[in-house]
């Protein structure tokens, strides 16, 4: 079994960061390539890896296909990358049929990510106290300003107990990766491929993987991936889809209280399988 190399693996892969109650999500556009760039060096010494646990704060970060775009990739290096990817959940009308994004759902009608209001770089930040939250915002802002412009941001906060809204249990991470050897009783455990670009999945294949023609000016930290002498452009990351939705609390337990007959015990059986987890409160 592969060992992972777990100071180029973002953390955010590996943790839940079940202990840092408070997060804030930034979604940025590229208003300056250098700017930009500048900026995504400064990060990447404060990236939070899967080596660290850090007691304060953790950062990390995702680009999207504009974002791989605006800093500078070429269009021969995206098309090594999923279709998905490249094209985005709003990318086309076909792909918004597909995932149900159609009427008061469709992109036109999102906060961000659609027409407009595209999103180049995610940024993610967890903190155990919401002034290490701020206080990391506040350098993070002054280092964007000459590149970066926010689309949109929301701040979050671990509701008590660790549950979430519709009073399920929150915070667990599963299934568990089988190389990390950290694993829960109960708890599924899969190969690293599944989750991680550049390892072996549960198939013993090594998934696909982005690359790069090969330059030895700007390549001498890529792994070479075999295909024709490129360079592994994925290697250690992974794909991370963000979306935004409304949670009708009470309309979901209406709806599983009529499926039970108004049974109430019935119906959180019913709400369980539906999700995954049982309620905090059963």
């Known amino acids: 079994m592969q060992e992972l190399e777990y100071e180029e693996i973002q953390g955010i892969i590996l943790s839940g960061y079940v202990k840092k109650r408070f997060a804030a999500y930034s979604l940025l556009r590229i208003r300056s390539r250098a700017g930009a760039q500048s900026y995504l060096r400064w990060l990447e010494a404060r990236l939070t890896t899967g080596d660290q646990r850090p007691e304060d704060v953790c950062h990390n970060v995702a680009i999207t296909a504009t974002g791989l775009r605006a800093l500078g990739l070429g269009e021969e290096t995206l098309a090594?990358?999923?279709?998905?990817?490249?094209?985005?959940?709003?990318?086309?009308?076909?792909?918004?049929?597909?995932?149900?994004?159609?009427?008061?759902?469709?992109?036109?009608?999102?906060?961000?990510?659609?027409p407009g209001n595209q999103v180049d770089v995610l940024l993610m930040v967890f903190a155990h106290r919401p002034d290490q939250l701020d206080h990391a915002l506040q350098e993070h802002r002054r280092r964007q300003q000459d590149g970066l412009e926010e689309v949109y941001f929301r701040s979050t906060e671990m509701l008590p107990e660790r549950r979430e809204h519709f009073g399920f249990a929150d915070g667990i991470t599963q299934p568990q990766i089988k190389e990390t050897g950290r694993h829960l009783t109960g708890i599924e455990c899969l190969r690293a491929g599944e989750f991680i670009l550049g390892y072996e999945n549960e198939y013993g294949k090594v998934p696909f993987s982005p690359s790069v023609a090969e330059d030895p000016r700007a390549n001498r930290l890529l792994h070479t991936n075999g295909q024709n002498g490129r360079r592994d452009l994925g290697r250690n990351g992974s794909y991370l889809v963000v979306r935004q939705l409304d949670q009708h609390v009470a309309a979901f337990w209406r709806s599983m209280l009529d499926q039970a007959d108004c049974y109430e015990l019935l119906a959180v059986r019913l709400a369980a399988k539906c999700v995954g987890l049982w309620p905090f409160f059963f």
């Open 80 to 114: 090594t990358f999923p279709r998905e990817l490249v094209e985005g959940m709003a990318g086309t009308a076909k792909r918004s049929e597909i995932l149900g994004d159609t009427g008061a759902s469709a992109p036109e009608q999102w906060l961000w990510g659609g």
